[in-house]
């Protein structure tokens, strides 16, 4: 065989392992930093259902209410990976299960995280500086082994295919192929640093275009398993938003429709579609921390005390707080901190005025407002639209931000406002 031949397969063959060994131990670290990541994911999921099972729970719990903890750790299990939801005192006894045959029973509240497939987080239940009990949820991690696995599986077979395509044209190509799995590396070091748009564009049918295309197959899987996530998660909250309407029977309607009103607004204003998605969210859970205020204010007849008043005040912090236990809510919770602030600096939690009050924050704050006037409450029948509308002009610089009031009343004035809440409205009847 001729010695430049026998050369060309040599440098064909060595370069053709470094690839196999490049690929091998990026298909590792993929695989780990999937693995990683999905974990990290669960235990945030898992630590915001058991911060808003505390919540939920407390009221319940200190008044040893069994029939109100049931629907409330019921809620917590609709969620498919759910393994166990319970609350026990601060006797250790516990007040309500998922499994109902431990009711009664004692259980250390003591979170074992090293039980294998099972990720858990015990939250304290607190009053008033107190604690009176902890909630406890178990999630099964079993969604992390699967993805991993096929992941793994998927990686290994076209690994395999890639490496039967090393054996040629390498040497001439070996100064592009370098500065090839530099691109690649970066692509890599990106995904690393948590940008899931990392995308590695290299053009060819070699080993090196295969390796690119399995780390975009791969970057998809992952993002789409975040997308899962997030929509999991998402879709808990909002469940958990709705028990609201066990203490408030206006609220689920009421946020619906001040969410589809806070996007025609936020349409009207030019918002782009990238913070819509975080602005309707934000009002559709506005009011999640009602869940922490007590049932006999909300469903007060009279003015309400101050101090009554001072402990509905609280609901915007503690929604904030239960929407910002999940990363990717941290703006939803910045929202919904804000929704009562006043463009006069006169609002709650904070006293923000003007373009200091998140943009979100200022539509939510328009919108809820005229729909709770056009809705009845314990303390008065739902006004008449013409009234509604002239308190919001009379709030328009001061309360309100006049931008804001002046597309509302567009939209009232052509007649969307009242399409949503028909909508709405027919959406609960069905």
């Given at each position: 065989?001729?010695?430049?031949?026998?050369?060309?397969?040599?440098?064909?063959?060595?370069?053709?392992?470094?690839?196999?060994?490049?690929?091998?131990?990026?298909?590792?670290?993929?695989v780990r930093y999937e693995r990683f990541f999905l974990l990290e994911e669960g235990d945030k999921r898992v630590r915001s259902l058991t911060q808003t099972l505390a919540v939920s729970a407390r009221d319940a719990l200190l008044e040893g209410d069994e029939l109100r903890l049931g629907p409330i750790i019921q809620s917590i299990m609709q969620d498919p990976d759910a393994v166990h939801a319970f609350v026990v005192d601060h006797k250790g006894v516990v007040a309500y299960h998922s499994d109902t045959q431990l009711i009664g029973s004692h259980l250390s509240p003591a979170v074992e995280r090293e039980v294998e497939g099972l990720l858990a987080a015990a939250v304290p239940v607190v009053v008033e500086g107190t604690t009176v009990g902890t909630a406890v949820v178990g999630l099964s991690s079993a969604f992390v082994e699967r993805a991993t696995q096929a992941t793994a599986k998927g990686l290994l077979a076209r690994l395999g295919l890639g490496s039967l395509l090393g054996l040629g044209g390498i040497l001439l190509l070996t100064e592009l192929h370098v500065r090839r799995i530099a691109r690649l590396e970066q692509a890599?070091?990106?995904?690393?640093?948590?940008?899931?748009?990392?995308?590695?564009?290299?053009?060819?049918?070699?080993?090196?275009?295969?390796?690119?295309?399995?780390?975009?197959?791969?970057?998809?899987?992952?993002?789409?398993?975040?997308?899962?996530?997030?929509?999991?998660?998402?879709?808990?909250?909002?469940?958990?938003?709705?028990?609201?309407?066990?203490?408030?029977?206006?609220?689920?309607?009421?946020?619906?429709?001040?969410?589809?009103?806070?996007?025609?607004?936020?349409?009207?204003?030019?918002?782009?579609?990238?913070?819509?998605?975080?602005?309707?969210?934000?009002?559709?859970?506005?009011?999640?921390?009602?869940?922490?205020?007590?049932?006999?204010?909300?469903?007060?007849?009279?003015?309400?005390?101050?101090?009554?008043?001072?402990?509905?005040?609280?609901?915007?912090?503690?929604?904030?707080?239960?929407?910002?236990?999940?990363?990717?809510?941290?703006?939803?919770a910045y929202y919904v901190r804000h929704h009562h602030e006043d463009w006069d600096g006169g609002g709650y939690p904070e006293g923000l005025a003007g373009e200091d009050t998140p943009l979100a924050s200022r539509i939510i704050h328009v919108v809820d407002a005229y729909d709770a006037m056009m809705s009845s409450r314990p303390y008065r029948a739902a006004l008449s639209r013409d009234e509604a509308i002239r308190r919001i002009v009379a709030g328009r610089g001061g309360q309100f931000d006049p931008e804001i009031v002046d597309t509302l009343l567009e939209l009232v004035k052509e007649g969307t406002m009242e399409a949503i809440r028909r909508q709405v409205d027919q959406g609960l009847a069905a």
């Amino acid at each position: 065989m001729p010695k430049w031949i026998s050369l060309r397969w040599k440098v064909g063959a060595i370069v053709s392992l470094l690839l196999v060994s490049v690929a091998a131990v990026i298909a590792v670290a993929l695989v780990r930093y999937e693995r990683f990541f999905l974990l990290e994911e669960g235990d945030k999921r898992v630590r915001s259902l058991t911060q808003t099972l505390a919540v939920s729970a407390r009221d319940a719990l200190l008044e040893g209410d069994e029939l109100r903890l049931g629907p409330i750790i019921q809620s917590i299990m609709q969620d498919p990976d759910a393994v166990h939801a319970f609350v026990v005192d601060h006797k250790g006894v516990v007040a309500y299960h998922s499994d109902t045959q431990l009711i009664g029973s004692h259980l250390s509240p003591a979170v074992e995280r090293e039980v294998e497939g099972l990720l858990a987080a015990a939250v304290p239940v607190v009053v008033e500086g107190t604690t009176v009990g902890t909630a406890v949820v178990g999630l099964s991690s079993a969604f992390v082994e699967r993805a991993t696995q096929a992941t793994a599986k998927g990686l290994l077979a076209r690994l395999g295919l890639g490496s039967l395509l090393g054996l040629g044209g390498i040497l001439l190509l070996t100064e592009l192929h370098v500065r090839r799995i530099a691109r690649l590396e970066q692509a890599v070091r990106s995904l690393g640093g948590g940008d899931l748009r990392a995308e590695a564009n290299l053009r060819g049918r070699d080993e090196l275009a295969q390796l690119a295309e399995d780390f975009n197959l791969m970057v998809d899987e992952l993002r789409r398993a975040r997308e899962e996530v997030e929509r999991g998660v998402t879709d808990t909250v909002s469940a958990l938003a709705s028990t609201i309407e066990v203490n408030d029977a206006y609220t689920y309607g009421h946020c619906e429709r001040v969410a589809r009103g806070t996007k025609a607004i936020a349409e009207g204003l030019g918002v782009d579609e990238k913070e819509m998605n975080d602005f309707e969210l934000a009002a559709l859970l506005h009011d999640i921390g009602k869940i922490g205020v007590a049932t006999n204010i909300l469903a007060k007849k009279g003015k309400l005390t101050k101090a009554e008043f001072l402990e509905m005040q609280e609901h915007a912090a503690l929604g904030s707080r239960i929407l910002g236990a999940v990363s990717f809510l941290e703006e939803v919770a910045y929202y919904v901190r804000h929704h009562h602030e006043d463009w006069d600096g006169g609002g709650y939690p904070e006293g923000l005025a003007g373009e200091d009050t998140p943009l979100a924050s200022r539509i939510i704050h328009v919108v809820d407002a005229y729909d709770a006037m056009m809705s009845s409450r314990p303390y008065r029948a739902a006004l008449s639209r013409d009234e509604a509308i002239r308190r919001i002009v009379a709030g328009r610089g001061g309360q309100f931000d006049p931008e804001i009031v002046d597309t509302l009343l567009e939209l009232v004035k052509e007649g969307t406002m009242e399409a949503i809440r028909r909508q709405v409205d027919q959406g609960l009847a069905a």
